[in-house]
């Protein structure tokens, strides 16, 4: 059996990521514990200070499939690339031609763009091709 992953995200302001992920990955936001309207009902219940309320957020797969997205608050800024990225894979693979891939691959960078993503470069090399993005925060993934 394969060992089950979380995906962490150190970021400024998990309240504005997490919405963003969501949205870009088609996942929904965590819903607060059985017995609780809202995050907010359940932190102050929990006795959290108001100012740590955003320390923290999560995004999952509503079918199950892929990792939960854990975003948690730092106080340092972003500072270099990232080690590690999110690829995007919408374009379908070597079994669609090239040219669809492109148009598959562009149309989502357009609906990212208007989540709030930013377009970086395409990039096309032997036979491939992807577009590098930042998230609000400026956490690049690609889009392939």
């Known amino acids: ?3 089950s ?8 302001d998990p309240a504005r990521l997490a919405p963003f992920w969501a949205a870009a990955l088609q996942y929904r936001q965590d819903d607060p514990p059985e017995g609780y309207d809202s995050w907010p009902a359940f932190l102050a219940a929990q006795g959290v200070p108001e100012d740590q309320w955003n320390a923290a957020n999560a995004v999952s797969d509503p079918d199950g499939r892929g990792p939960r997205i854990y975003f ?6 972003k500072r270099v690339k990232n080690r590690v990225h999110l690829d995007l894979n ?11 891939r492109q148009r ?13 993503a930013t377009k970086l470069h395409p ?6 091709y992807w577009v590098v993005m930042q998230d609000p925060e400026g956490n690049e993934f690609c889009v392939q």
């Open 90 to 100: 919408v374009g379908g693979g070597h079994a669609i031609a090239l040219d669809e």
């Open 5 to 12: 992953v979380q995906i962490v995200i150190d970021c400024a």
């Open 72 to 77: 948690q608050r730092v106080p340092e800024p």
């Open 104 to 116: 598959r691959v562009d149309a989502e960078v357009e609906r990212l763009i208007g989540l709030g």
């Open 1 to 3: 059996m394969a060992t």
């Open 123 to 128: 990039m096309e090399q032997r036979g491939e």
